[in-house]
């Protein structure tokens, strides 16, 4: 429903065999749809939203994350960590140095029944200025909730179903928008909005125009799906623990992935943490580690991730909006030695491919210009459904779904189904709702009245 063309008679003026085509591809375009148009809205409500993160973030939470800048220098990390410890009895497990000046430092605990914490403490004094569940935030929840992670796997599986139908739906849509002689509806809206031909030209042009993002967005976001996106960071990664060639040394590496310890790219989620060599020596404690990630250049904005044992390390990790800055730091928690340093000029071509998407995706790699552009791709979404929904309604016969007819020549509908099989093939949580949709068409909607064009 994303698509449609202002001249359903043109089809029909060209031939038989190309009007079946073209209520072949209407037909699962309308499928496509029908499968998508939820998921798109709250993709685009919420994606919307989280381009905004760092900014709504900061007003909500402004009494914890914000304080005043001062001349007195930032108490030591070792002595904001104990003062968080405090206030919420637990195990520290990471730190976060503040950004600005006019921010608060992050201590984030895990108590006793493995509840995450984030205690937020200002640096000048180590005064402790509040708490929030870890992932607690209001931009987290929304994070979760346009993944549908909020909701578990299998509904975080039904995202990946719809991104792989919304590809499906803009293909088929454009070739239903392609103008068969028609003037009207290609880049113009005819009519008055009390008229079906205006909502239907305000489809077909909006979706035109966000067409590319809507692919763009889809595709982008195909690495953090549940199976699709897990299987290629899985073959894309799993080689040399992970890590880009050239970069791993021969050190001894531990069972533990980077991505479950600390917030990470997609590229380094299968990475493998090294191991700290214990030589009898005494650990150089908190300060020095951060000490060490500022005199090794690593930008403020930075999280450290305490050793977890024995043969842990800390791990300073940042991801700024300038992915020539994203850089992990690995420490030995005893001498202090960076046993791994990575950035993003370490990636291969994929990885660099793959992260500058999702920094795009994520509205941070050109600034305001980037969040702006796709904050209007969102409310295009948004419209191509609300417009989609209205078009529908409006040729609705009553009592019916409102299925577009059955082409005249059934090969062509096989033939369509084939093509987008070939999508199946590439995604296949995809290809699983397809069969499950040529089952349903075939044993429930070819009963229903079908409709004229």
């Known amino acids: 429903m994303t698509i449609v ?9 060209a031939g038989r065999p190309v009007a079946s085509v073209y209520r072949a591809v209407w037909r699962w375009h309308f499928y496509a749809g029908l499968i998508t148009l939820p998921f798109l809205i709250l993709l685009a409500v919420t994606g919307g939203l989280y381009l905004f993160k760092a900014e709504i973030d900061g007003l909500i939470h402004r009494d914890v994350k914000q304080v005043e800048a001062r001349m007195t220098g930032e108490r030591p990390p070792s002595e904001i960590v104990t003062q968080a410890v405090k ?13 600005s000046a006019t921010a608060s430092a992050e201590v984030t605990i895990r ?25 607690g935030t209001v931009m987290w929840v929304i994070r979760q909730i346009h993944s549908l992670a909020y909701f578990g796997p299998v509904a975080n599986g039904a995202i990946e179903i719809a991104g792989g139908w919304a590809i499906l739906l803009v293909l088929t849509g454009l070739y239903l928008w392609w103008p ?11 009519g008055k909005p009390r008229q ?25 976001g195909m690495p953090w799906s549940v199976l699709w996106g897990n299987k290629v960071n899985q073959w894309a990664n799993g080689h040399n623990f992970g ?16 991505a479950h310890v600390a917030p990470t790219t997609w590229s380094l989620e299968q990475a493998k943490l090294p191991v700290s060599q214990v030589a009898g020596g005494e650990p150089i404690g908190l300060d020095a ?21 024995p043969g842990g390390v800390y791990t300073g990790s940042v991801y700024p909006k300038d992915m020539a800055l994203q850089r992990v730091i690995h420490l030995d928690q005893y001498s202090g030695k960076p046993l791994i340093d990575m950035s993003y000029a370490d ?3 994929l990885g660099k491919a793959l992260e500058w998407g999702i920094n795009v995706h994520m509205g941070q790699e050109f600034g305001l210009a980037n969040q702006l552009v796709l904050l209007a791709a969102c409310l295009a979404i948004v419209l191509l459904c609300v417009s989609a929904l209205v078009m529908w309604w409006k040729r609705r016969p009553q009592g019916s779904l409102g299925v577009p007819p059955l082409p005249a020549e059934k090969a062509t509908l096989r033939g369509v189904v084939a093509l987008l099989a070939i999508g199946g093939l590439a995604f296949p949580l995809v290809g699983l709702s397809l069969i499950v949709m040529v089952a349903v068409d075939g044993i429930l909607v070819r009963k229903m009245q079908p409709i004229g064009a």
Not at 5 to 13: D, L
């Open 87 to 99: 206030a919420f009895p637990g195990q520290a497990v990471k730190y976060t140095p503040p950004e």
């Open 289 to 309: 580690a951060v000490a060490a990630f500022d005199r090794l250049g690593l930008t403020r904005g930075y999280a450290v991730n305490l050793p977890g044992g």
């Open 347 to 349: 990636y291969g071509p």
């Open 243 to 258: 890590y880009p060639a050239g970069v791993r040394v021969a050190l001894p590496m531990s069972d533990e992935h980077l």
């Open 196 to 220: 079906r031909v205006f909502w239907r030209d305000l489809h077909a042009v909006t979706g035109l125009v966000a067409g590319g993002f809507i692919l763009f967005l889809a595709i982008t």
């Open 180 to 190: 068969r002689k028609q003037s009207g509806g290609v880049v113009t809206v005819r």
């Open 111 to 135: 108590d006793a029944g493995g509840t995450r914490m984030v205690v937020y403490v200002d640096p000048y004094d180590a005064r402790v200025l509040g708490q929030i569940p870890d992932k």
């Open 5 to 13: 063309s202002t001249a359903t008679a043109a089809p029909e003026r």
